[in-house]
């Protein structure tokens, strides 16, 4: 609460600034757990509550499979904070770290993985800790109505045609661990990459393989295109999504906020809307 110094003697003239300081502490702890928010997760840059002070435009470089999540957060994140604007850079978590390595514009990087995450904070390139936002799983795809009745990933090995990611991409690197769970080897003969999980997919919607392995949000935002088939946990692999503030950022309060509304409640909401686990 505000104090006022000197003797004061109407009390009717005390009531009123106690009301008028009771009225700026809110506003003061609205801000002060902002910037503690802002501290707990080491962002640089100092962020205003929705909907007040934050300006400019960032580009925000995520994973492919984090495009119909993120499509959604950047509107609505918008919505919230009208003179702020996201747009953004989707590919492999691996060809965006590679861009960014390389000097490509970008304010916050949200990746598939850890790795790549660690590669640019190993760099200097990540202002803070990044944070866990999101988790994923895989699963199979098939054609609608699994003609070739596949059941597991032992199912793979002699199937035809299989959709992978690249070997260098992290859904491709999360097949590997999951095949590698299960006892299975694909012939690389028999394999078609894809240079990002939903290209993989593609793969399989258009018959240009038999079946793939993917993400759980991409097959569900596939719709009736494809048929999914679970993958049991013992054989699943767990992807965790880091998001940073790139350290070069020329808006870092705007791209520092943006992290913390994907963390948020109403981040938070979208992703599980569109499939996507809680971390953990």
Same mark, same amino acid.
């Given at each position: 609460?505000?104090?006022?110094?000197?003797?004061?003697?109407?009390?009717?003239?005390?009531?009123?600034?106690?009301?008028?300081?009771?009225?700026?502490?809110?506003?003061?702890?609205?801000?002060?757990? *902002?910037?503690?928010?802002?501290?707990?997760?080491?962002?640089?840059?100092?962020?205003?509550?929705?909907?007040?002070?934050?300006?400019?435009?960032?580009?925000?470089?995520?994973?492919?499979?984090? *495009?119909?999540?993120?499509?959604?957060?950047?509107?609505?994140?918008?919505?919230?904070?009208?003179?702020?604007?996201?747009?953004? !850079?989707?590919?492999?978590?691996?060809?965006?770290?590679?861009?960014?390595?390389?000097?490509?514009?970008?304010?916050?990087?949200?990746?598939?993985?850890?790795?790549?995450?660690?590669?640019?904070?190993?760099?200097?390139?990540?202002?803070?800790?990044?944070?866990?936002?999101?988790?994923?799983?895989?699963?199979?795809?098939?054609?609608?109505?699994?003609?070739?009745?596949?059941?597991?990933?032992?199912?793979?090995?002699?199937?035809?045609?299989?959709?992978?990611?690249?070997?260098?991409?992290?859904?491709?690197?999360?097949?590997?661990?999951?095949?590698?769970?299960?006892?299975?080897?694909?012939?690389?003969?028999?394999?078609?990459?894809?240079?990002?999980?939903?290209?993989?997919?593609?793969?399989?919607?258009?018959?240009?393989?038999?079946?793939?392995?993917?993400?759980?949000?991409?097959?569900?935002?596939?719709?009736?295109?494809?048929?999914?088939?679970?993958?049991?946990?013992?054989?699943?692999?767990?992807?965790?999504?880091?998001?940073?503030?790139?350290?070069?950022?020329? !808006?870092?309060?705007?791209?520092?906020?943006?992290?913390?509304?994907?963390?948020?409640?109403?981040?938070?909401?979208?992703?599980?809307?569109?499939?996507?686990?809680?971390?953990?």
């Amino acid at each position: 609460m505000r104090r006022t110094s000197g003797t004061v003697p109407a009390l009717l003239v005390v009531a009123a600034l106690l009301l008028a300081g009771c009225g700026n502490d809110s506003s003061n702890d609205s801000a002060s757990s *902002t910037t503690a928010a802002s501290s707990s997760t080491g962002l640089r840059g100092s962020i205003p509550p929705s909907g007040s002070g934050l300006e400019g435009a960032i580009t925000v470089s995520a994973a492919a499979s984090l *495009t119909g999540a993120f499509t959604r957060i950047g509107d609505d994140f918008a919505a919230a904070n009208p003179g702020a604007e996201a747009t953004f !850079n989707f590919s492999s978590s691996s060809t965006l770290s590679a861009q960014i390595l390389d000097g490509a514009p970008a304010d916050v990087f949200a990746s598939a993985d850890e790795a790549n995450m660690t590669l640019l904070a190993d760099a200097d390139l990540i202002a803070g800790e990044p944070a866990s936002f999101a988790r994923n799983e895989l699963v199979i795809v098939t054609k609608p109505g699994n003609p070739e009745g596949i059941t597991s990933l032992a199912d793979l090995a002699d199937v035809g045609v299989v959709a992978l990611c690249g070997e260098e991409v992290p859904c491709g690197k999360y097949a590997k661990q999951a095949l590698d769970r299960a006892g299975v080897s694909i012939p690389e003969s028999k394999v078609t990459r894809g240079e990002d999980a939903k290209t993989t997919l593609t793969a399989v919607a258009e018959g240009d393989a038999v079946a793939g392995v993917v993400y759980v949000t991409d097959a569900a935002s596939a719709a009736d295109s494809v048929e999914a088939i679970t993958i049991p946990a013992d054989q699943n692999v767990s992807a965790v999504y880091p998001i940073g503030v790139i350290a070069a950022s020329e !808006n870092p309060d705007v791209a520092a906020a943006f992290v913390h509304y994907v963390l948020g409640d109403a981040g938070q909401a979208v992703l599980e809307e569109f499939g996507f686990l809680p971390p953990a």
